[in-house]
């Protein structure tokens, strides 16, 4: 299965997670994040098919997070590939106006910022999925609140 730059930038982000939250993991975590990408209802399964894939056991781990951490990584690359577009639409319409307006330079700004707003829906995406995919709740809030957490770094570095 050929790679595409958004597994790329969810296993980016997921490996940000898993090393906030699970750091024992990250061992294995390039077997679990490809396997995961391949067949994600299959590891999210039970820890059988986890073991099956890893081709070999994984102890006494109850719930491996670097699944979940991919799952959420798939949202958020889901959600912010949608409103990237839809403000990258809004940026060119916007500079298309201006330039029929005025012959101007228009100042180059960032095309994408995170709003707090945007930053608590993702949380919220984030979250959902994880408890609908049973992840335990306390686990699920800190993957979520990792998530976010790497999303804002550098934010207020302008």
């Known amino acids: 299965m050929a790679q595409?730059?958004?597994?790329?930038?969810?296993?980016?982000?997921?490996?940000?997670v898993v090393s906030q939250v699970a750091p024992e993991e990250l061992p294995v975590f390039s077997v679990l994040?490809?396997?995961?990408?391949?067949?994600?209802?299959?590891?999210?399964g039970g820890r059988d098919d986890v073991r099956e894939q890893l081709g070999f056991g994984v102890g006494e781990v109850t719930v491996l997070?670097?699944?979940?951490?991919?799952?959420?990584?798939?949202?958020?690359?889901?959600?912010?590939?949608?409103?990237?577009?839809?403000?990258?639409?809004?940026?060119?319409?916007?500079?298309?106006?201006?330039?029929?307006d005025s012959e101007q330079r228009i100042v180059e700004g960032p095309l994408f910022d995170l709003r707090p707003d945007q930053l608590q829906e993702l949380r919220r995406i984030?979250?959902?999925?994880?408890?609908?995919?049973?992840?335990?709740?306390?686990?699920?809030e800190l993957v979520a609140d990792a998530v976010v957490g790497e999303l804002t770094i550098g934010a207020d570095d302008g």
Do not use: W
């Open 4 to 16: 595409t730059p958004s597994d790329d930038a969810v296993r980016d982000l997921a490996r940000l």
């Open 33 to 44: 994040a490809n396997a995961c990408l391949a067949d994600p209802a299959r590891m999210l």
């Open 65 to 100: 997070l670097t699944p979940f951490a991919i799952l959420a990584a798939g949202e958020v690359v889901k959600y912010l590939t949608t409103s990237a577009l839809d403000t990258g639409k809004k940026i060119l319409e916007h500079r298309a106006r201006r330039a029929k």
């Open 126 to 140: 984030v979250l959902e999925k994880l408890l609908q995919d049973s992840l335990e709740p306390a686990k699920a």
